[in-house]
């Protein structure tokens, strides 16, 4: 690697604020917010809203759309049920 071109890459504490969790991984951020992390040392500190512990597609809490109701939905709407139905019914008639 060439040097001097690179960004500084060093171990940053991030903070859940959701949750309050807190995990160290090492990054590229920086902030003027320090805290003492378990080890004793001092590190960089960011604040999240949301993390992979409080996100609700990893923590098992996701929501499922009804894609079936939306379909339902536009039939109702644009009577596209009804279409279908008087299309097919034609065809029977012709056959």
Known sequence: MKKDIHPDYHPVVFKDTST???????????????VEWEDGNTYPLVSVEISSRSHP??????????????????????????RNTEAEDAKKEDA
């Open 57 to 82: 597609y990893y923590t098992g809490k996701m929501k499922f759309v009804d894609s079936a109701g939306r379909v339902e939905k536009f039939q109702k709407k644009y009577n596209w049920d009804k």
């Open 20 to 34: 309050g969790d807190s995990f160290m991984i090492q990054s590229t951020a920086t902030s003027k917010a320090t």
